[in-house]
């Protein structure tokens, strides 16, 4: 059996070589525009959410966890706020870490104190989770109508005026196939 010469070798070893290294660029600037692109949204989510609220709501309607007539009045106000098309849930929290407004008005009263995302966000910090529907519906005990793969749950941060401290924590829940499906299209461009 006859050897490869040194030039063939040192071909398909550089050829190896270019093929790990696409694929590793590949997989670090699709991560980074990952990242980038749920900053990004989660910045326009918040910047949306604050100037629907601010313009649509009251901040004493929203200081403590609504019941009854109170609930369906505050409910049909937040259904006028545009809040996005992939938003399916939402929760409003307080400082004291009680949920005062839901979707699912179960939930309303409900204390976490030991939430400790909720502590960062009354500090002005916007955060988010990427999370299967399936961990979703086992921790919440809920369903949904549609299947949902992946959804991203943001706190965002409210403030009713200029100062640091925010009054309240908007957590919406946003399905997360289309911003998926986009990244996976410029993943098979690159």
């Given at each position: 059996?006859?050897?490869?010469?040194?030039?063939?070798k040192?071909?398909?070893?550089?050829?190896?070589?270019?093929?790990?290294f696409?694929?590793?660029?590949s997989?670090i600037i699709?991560?980074?525009?990952q990242?980038?692109?749920?900053?990004?949204?989660?910045?326009m989510?918040?910047d949306i959410?604050?100037?629907?609220?601010?313009?649509?709501?009251?901040?004493d309607?929203?200081?403590?966890?609504?019941?009854?007539h109170?609930?369906v009045?505050l409910s049909?106000?937040?259904?006028?706020?545009?809040l996005?098309?992939d938003?399916f849930?939402?929760?409003?929290?307080?400082?004291?870490?009680?949920?005062?407004?839901?979707?699912?008005q179960?939930e309303i009263?409900?204390?976490?104190?030991d939430?400790?995302?909720?502590?960062d966000?009354?500090?002005?910090?916007?955060i988010?989770?990427i999370?299967?529907?399936q961990?979703?519906s086992e921790?919440y005990?809920s369903?949904?109508i549609?299947k949902i793969?992946?959804v991203?749950?943001?706190y965002?941060p409210v403030?009713f005026?200029?100062?640091?401290?925010?009054n309240?924590?908007?957590?919406?829940?946003?399905k997360?196939?289309p911003?998926?499906?986009y990244l996976?299209?410029?993943?098979?461009?690159?």
């Open positions: 059996m006859r050897q490869l010469p040194l030039i063939h040192f071909s398909i070893l550089l050829l190896i070589s270019l093929i790990l696409g694929v590793l660029l997989k699709t991560s980074t525009m990242n980038n692109m749920i900053q990004r949204a989660n910045k989510a918040a959410v604050t100037y629907e609220i601010n313009n649509k709501l009251q901040l309607e929203l200081l403590s966890a609504q019941s009854g109170e609930y009045e049909q106000k937040i259904s006028t706020l545009n996005g098309p938003v849930r939402t929760k409003i929290w307080n400082k004291e870490h009680r949920i005062i407004w839901s979707t699912k179960d009263g409900k204390q976490s104190l939430h400790h995302e909720l502590s966000v009354f500090k002005g910090e916007i988010s989770e999370s299967s529907w961990h979703l921790k005990h369903g949904t549609e793969n992946k991203m749950e943001v965002i403030r005026g200029p100062q640091e401290e925010a309240l924590d908007l957590k919406v829940y946003n997360l196939h911003l998926m499906a996976a299209q410029h993943h098979t461009i690159i």
